[in-house]
T-cell receptor, first 112, second 116 residues
């Protein structure tokens, strides 16, 4: 099976940098996703990592270490609109399944 | 290019009733997955449809069933509703490349179901 762990809640100040961590255990590994979800809305795709290293996309970056079962999402120059839940999802390969398993999400609160 | 669409947006039912939720995938996508998201939780996988058949299923009872149509749209049916079925139901579409491998999933806006 798969087990994904991420902090429940984080707070940060507008303009600052925040790092949201995700650790996972999986049978086989076929990629890690980060999604952003505002309250009452659908998750929107942020990033995908399948190889070790950092993927940068504007103010958001995502890092992966497969040997450590670890990823983080880095948000720079925080804005109030970044207040949302951030979901880490891991795609394993057990039984030929390519369905991502989602963590519970990290609720990020950005304050002035 | 329309993204994933779902209907209805909100629904209120009573225990024991049946409900049907609908999803149209993003243009170019052929695979539809359904998720249940309870408040404060991550999405939980219900099942996935590809080529009009259920390809994978999560840990949900048989009360949850689905269908995929030739145009790739899909329905989720839930029978004998329980209070615990109250949740946000998300549809996600993706494109199958080969051997069951799919590209990134994109989610619809969801249907919020309240069971009284």
């Amino acid at each position: 099976g798969q087990n994904i762990d991420q902090p429940t809640e984080m707070t940060a100040t507008e303009g600052a940098i925040v790092q949201i961590n995700c650790t996972y255990q999986t049978s086989g590994f076929n990629g890690l996703f980060w999604y952003q979800q505002h309250a009452g809305e659908a998750p929107t795709f942020l990033s995908y990592n399948v190889l070790d290293g950092l993927e940068e996309k504007g103010r958001f970056s995502s890092f992966l270490s497969r040997s450590k079962g670890y990823s983080y999402l880095l948000l720079k120059e925080l804005q109030m609109k970044d207040s949302a839940s951030y979901l880490c999802a891991v795609r394993g390969t057990a039984g030929g399944s390519y369905i991502p398993t989602f963590g519970r999400g990290t609720s990020l609160i950005v304050h002035p | 290019d329309a993204g994933v669409t779902q209907s209805p947006t909100h629904l209120i039912k009573t225990r024991g009733q049946q409900v049907t939720l609908r999803c149209s995938p993003k243009s170019g996508h052929d695979t539809v997955s359904w998720y249940q998201q309870a408040l404060g939780q991550g999405p939980q996988f219900i099942f996935q449809y590809y080529e009009e058949e259920e390809r994978q299923r999560g840990n949900f009872p048989d009360r949850f069933s689905g269908h995929q149509f030739p145009n790739y749209s899909s329905e989720l049916n839930v029978n004998a509703l329980l209070l615990g079925d109250s949740a946000l139901y998300l549809c996600a579409s993706s494109r199958d490349t080969s051997g069951g491998y799919q590209e990134t999933q994109y989610f619809g806006p969801g249907t919020r179901l309240l069971v009284l």
